[in-house]
């Protein structure tokens, strides 16, 4: 696609439930990244993909995280039992290369999770 | 741990008048990558401008440049002959030429308002 998708674009549901959240990267891009962005916060970093490994999950908060990515392109973070400390905005990048010098993160619009 | 801070939680300028966003930055590298990023009202982050810590000169992209002052750890934003089409949150951001490059520490942003 022309850019990152993310879906939905916003999410509201029941304290204790389930959610998924989706992200599609840009085609041929190897790496992909979670952010989270609470209310008057900046972004908090979430999870790091290099193809389909996660060499970094320290980012996530707690044991409810967890996330996977498929075919070294989508990449979904599910959320269990949400609490309502989770309501944020989850933002994902993804770019041709981690870490290189000239490497250009590009977003999506997020998800605006609402946890009653 | 990095940490990077934005003191101006909000701002606001004239339409065609020039602003300037403060940052400044915690770390012990010497080599490392400095950014600005605009979200508007859509979510998305979207790169402003870019600085590599071990060039001296100030990065400039059109209306946009930044005083990076290495030692004392500042970059700076400013925004010249703003447009109402600036008006966004401005997020500064760190990246680590090192283990963990990968990753990005952001302020907790600046809202700058671009009034008519």
């Known amino acids: 696609g022309a850019g990152v998708s993310q879906s939905p674009s916003n999410k509201v549901t029941e304290k204790g439930k389930d959610v998924e959240l989706r992200c599609d990267p840009i085609s041929g891009h190897t790496a992909l990244y979670w952010y989270r962005q609470s209310l008057g916060q900046g972004l908090e970093f979430l999870i790091y993909f290099q193809g389909n490994s996660a060499p970094d999950k320290s980012g996530l908060p707690s044991d409810r995280f967890s996330a996977e990515r498929t075919g070294g392109s989508v990449s979904t973070l599910t959320i269990q039992r949400t609490q309502q400390e989770d309501s944020a905005v989850y933002l994902c990048?993804?770019?041709?290369?981690?870490?290189?010098?000239?490497?250009?993160?590009?977003f999506g619009s997020g998800t605006q999770l609402s946890v009653l | 741990a990095q940490t990077v801070t934005q003191s101006q939680p909000e701002m606001s300028v004239q339409e065609a008048e020039t602003v300037t966003l403060s940052c400044t930055y915690d770390?012990?590298?010497?080599?490392?990558?400095l950014f600005w990023y605009k979200q508007p009202p859509s979510r998305q982050m979207i790169l402003v401008i870019r600085q590599e810590a071990y060039k001296q000169q100030n990065a400039t992209e059109n209306r946009f440049s930044v005083n990076f002052q290495k030692a004392a750890k500042s970059f700076s934003l400013k925004i010249s002959d703003s447009q109402l089409g600036d008006t966004a949150m401005y997020f500064c951001?760190?990246?680590?030429?090192?283990?963990?490059?990968?990753?990005?520490?952001f302020g907790k942003g600046t809202l700058l308002t671009v009034n008519p």
């Open positions: 951001a760190f990246r680590s030429s090192g283990g963990s490059n990968y990753k990005l520490t």
């Open positions: 990048a993804s770019s041709l290369f981690s870490g290189t010098t000239n490497e250009k993160l590009f």
């Open positions: 770390t012990s590298e010497n080599n490392y990558y």
